[in-house]
């Protein structure tokens, strides 16, 4: 145990105090843009003040010295200490919205409150939204309120122990007995048995359960049943119903996602979700008016986890940019002074790419949202036209999100050294929620495929004359090009090259998959070893998207709505991400177009530039981004900088420091060390 107590300052360290005076800009003006209204920067704020005011000594951390289950006992007991709290604040800054509650379950304001999850998320994130996004007027009417208010609690079983990303191969059925007016659900088989939805194991007391629909023996495609588990008042699991929990996992340590196997067990027809596809008394099925409507429900998930990957990129960015301020090491000049870290260009190149690269999906995840809600307004009017885009974009931003974003939170942990490694300082536990998005909600490769059939599909259609939708416009100003223009390093030649390069791929993997059918393999086989091809077309086509969609959001319209000052930082940024694009790319852009070595040089140039340009205004525009301490968890990127003191604070509190001697010293170091072997 330590003699040193108290060591934490109360005032700001004098290098971040230095950093945050050299910006050019109004650090409050990008907080309002960052959450998209001075008003919602408002309402987080006075959530924040109330429901992070007198939290135990400790409570970022004492959950990582828990058992397995008291953790998750823990964690059940801060969210329904918090519920009361988000409610009152619902009914006090906006009556009737869902913002505070239950979306302050799922939000940033979430990682403060349960610093080790929760396993009411895919109750908050998916249950609640599947029922009022699928369900018939009356069924919203039934459940809706309930599973809001928390008075039921469910999860979205979808995945199997043998089937995940591919769901109509999925084996659990419903099988609908016209002579009771019930569907009977069964897991045929272990593999069957579901697998991996969150607050299954021991919280969720319903579920949202995915299954294939038989009427008289006949097939009738995949439907969404809400299935009772676990007695109202016992919460012991129903007849019919093996439920638990399936164990530790790499991170999400208290969602205990669970299995569920099910045996015969009864439901009401009106517990099939019936906004599309309808089952009568009688067994008269109706399908829904479109095959794919099903889908509405991922795209959600993936514009969610979007955004939730995009805060848990710029968080660790935020850490590891107020670290490499205040750290000290390698002197530049031979003799001279420890320069700040940040001062150093190799470390600013693993910092400040990766808060371009979250700025960027933070962009692309604004326009989504846009695009989802006319979809759903669409859909409600029976308007199903913008679905098969919407998904395959969907698609795109969530595996290339989940994709850069793990890198680039591994990139910056590393970019802290050794006290990255330390659990206090919450990279790991970032790396660990970011990383299972790479899985759920499908496999980054199985999308990818998916997106390049499609890709290969559209573009069948567009070398037939036949129309394409917006998403793929841009085939045919790339295809009308003999050769690409010269190099001029605007942004939109960058963009334009991204979409020559994108185009020409998916030309070139429709081509080997032509080739490989016509010398006699079957579409399944030529789709399988064209694979590659289409993988890599597929992630050129979600970036040349992602840079398109940002150039647009940074220099259209909405400029107009921001100071001169705001407007010019974010053109560094937005800078910075499409330079570094272009290079992380290079091998696929010059198979098509023939850049000089004065254009790379060029490149090289704009990049290092752009990193130079953003050194005074990196502190400041991490505090932009407006996270509580609370929210960061982290010893090294709080926003006074004190990360010797708070480091040496986390260390005191391990509790094998609360005694010097351990147990084990008396009854096998003590004899090893006085052994004679």
Known sequence: MSHIKNIIPTTVNPDLQKERSTATFDVEELAVW??????KLKTKREVERVVFANLEDGYGLNHEYMSHEDLYNSSVKKVAEAAPKLKALQKKLNPGGKNIWPGGLISEIGNGLFPANHPLATHTSMFVDVINGQGTPEQVAKWGPLAENCNIIGTYAQTELAHGTNV????????????????????????????????????????????????????????????????????????????????????????????????????????????????DRDGKF??????????????????????????????????ATRYSAVRRQSPIEPNGPEPQIIDHVTQRLKLFPEIATGIAYHQ??????????????????????????????????KVLCSTDGCA?????????????????????????????????????????????????????????????????????PSMSLKEFPKWDNSWQCIVKALQYTATHKTRIAFENLSERIAAGQSQGQAANNTGIELTRAAE?????????????????PKAQK???????????????????????????????????????????????????????NAVAFCDGFDFH?????????SYDGNIYPRLFDAAKRSTMNQKHVQKSFETHLKPLMKSNL
């Not at 960052?34 to 008003?39: K, L, M, N, Y």
């Not at 050129?540 to 259209?556: N, P, S």
């Not at 301490?629 to 990127?637: A, E, F, H, K, T």
Request: proline share 3%; hydrophobic share 40%; aromatic share 8%.
């Open 34 to 39: 960052f959450q998209r209204s001075a008003e």
């Open 168 to 279: 109509r191969g999925i084996e659990t059925r419903a099988d609908y007995d016209i002579r009771a007016g019930e569907f009977v659900l069964n897991t045929p088989n272990l593999e069957a048995y579901k697998w991996w939805p969150g607050g299954l194991g021991h919280t969720a007391n319903h579920a949202m359960v995915v299954a294939q629909l038989y009427i008289s023996g006949k097939h009738k495609g995949v439907q969404m049943f809400i299935v009772p588990l676990r007695h109202p008042e016992t919460h012991l699991p129903l007849p019919g119903i093996d439920v638990g929990e399936i164990g530790k996992k790499l991170g999400m340590a208290s969602v205990n996602q669970g299995f569920l196997g099910l045996k015969n067990v009864r439901i009401p027809r009106e517990n099939m979700l019936m906004k599309f596809a309808k089952v």
């Open 286 to 319: 109706t399908a829904s008016p479109v095959s794919r409507v099903n889908y509405l429900t991922m795209v959600y998930t993936r514009c969610l986890i979007v955004e939730l990957n995009t805060q848990l990129l710029l968080a660790a960015a935020t850490i």
């Open 364 to 397: 692309a995840a604004e326009y989504m949202w846009e695009l989802y809600d006319q979809t759903v307004l669409d859909a409600n009017n029976g308007k199903f036209e913008r679905l098969p885009d919407m998904h395959i974009l969907s698609c795109a931003l």
């Open 408 to 476: 680039g939170i591994e990139r910056l942990r590393l970019s802290t050294g050794g006290h990255g490694y330390h659990i206090a300082a919450n990279l790991s536990n970032m790396y660990g929620n970011a990383v299972a998005s790479y899985t759920y909600e499908g496999e980054n490769t199985v999308l990818l495929l998916q997106i390049g059939r499609a890709l290969v599909k559209t573009w069948n259609n567009f070398t037939q004359g036949k129309g394409v939708s917006s998403s793929y416009a841009y085939f045919e």
């Open 540 to 556: 050129l086509h979600g970036r040349q998207f992602l840079c398109q969609t940002f150039v647009e959001q940074i220099t259209g």
């Open 562 to 616: 921001r100071s001169k000052a705001l407007n010019e930082v974010l053109e560094n940024v937005l800078e910075m991400f499409l330079v570094q694009t272009v290079l992380n790319n290079l091998s696929d852009i010059l198979r098509f177009i023939n850049l000089t070595d004065a254009d790379l040089r060029s490149l090289q140039i704009r990049l290092e530039q752009s990193l130079e340009k953003f050194r005074p």
């Open 629 to 637: 301490d609370r929210v960061l968890n982290s010893v090294l990127g």
